[in-house]
């Protein structure tokens, strides 16, 4: 998919690298590049690399989903393109969200880090979701394991049901996030994880059984 398949992501990133080159001068040295469940930052990183490290990551995903092959633009029929593009501008948003909370408390001003990473992420778990149920069987792009990629039927299933696993998890942690249980973070990330690989698997035992 070539950058110009990306316009929303190109603008995001365009616009961090904007606000960083204005806030340079007034961040501080080091800058705070992680934070603990509590959303204390417990990792510092000096400049210049502590502060373009954000920009750079959104510049990165950009590259990233411009190297994934998609068919070409006249083929109406398959998606990928558009679906590629949306999952770029959510990857880019989150990251271009967690840089400005970022830039914030290290200008000294009160972000709930603790609540807001967590629901960030659910909030993008939520957008791959509803990408998933769309996304045609192929080697770049989905819940790619040696069942779905060898049988249609799985593919489809799998992701039929990792979609809705992605859209339920994240809008839990969403939720979960501002209710002070930021802990859930990583048994989320194990369920969308883990989930949709066993249900292949399970398809695939069960098929052969029959």
């Known amino acids: 998919m070539t950058l110009h398949r990306q316009p929303i992501s ?3 990133s365009g616009g961090l690298w904007l606000l960083t080159g204005l806030l ?7 800058i705070p590049t992680h934070f603990n469940l509590a959303g204390q930052a417990d990792g510092f990183a000096p400049k210049p690399w502590g502060v373009l490290i954000f920009p750079i990551m959104t510049t990165v995903v950009l590259l990233v989903f411009a190297l994934i092959p998609t068919p070409p633009q006249s083929d109406p029929q ?4 558009q679906i590629l593009s949306r999952l770029s501008a959510a990857v880019v948003m989150m990251l271009v969200a967690v840089s400005v909370a970022v830039y914030l408390v290290a200008l000294g001003q009160p972000v709930p ?3 807001l990473i967590p629901s960030l992420l659910g909030l993008l778990l939520i957008a791959i979701g509803n990408e998933l149920g769309t996304v045609g069987r192929n080697r770049w792009v989905g819940i790619r394991t040696p069942w779905t990629l060898n049988d249609p039927e799985n593919w489809r299933k799998t992701h039929r049901l990792g979609s ?3 859209v339920s998890v994240g809008g839990f942690l969403t939720v979960a996030a501002w209710m002070g249980a930021s802990w859930l973070l990583l048994p989320a990330v194990v369920t969308v994880a883990g989930v949709p690989v066993a249900y292949s698997y399970w398809l695939t035992r069960h098929k052969t059984i029959e």
Do not use: H, T
């Open 10 to 12: 190109i603008a995001l």
């Open 24 to 30: 340079y001068r007034k961040l501080p040295d080091p």
């Open 78 to 81: 398959d998606e990928r393109p």
């Open 113 to 115: 880090m603790s609540k």
């Open 164 to 166: 809705k696993v992605f």
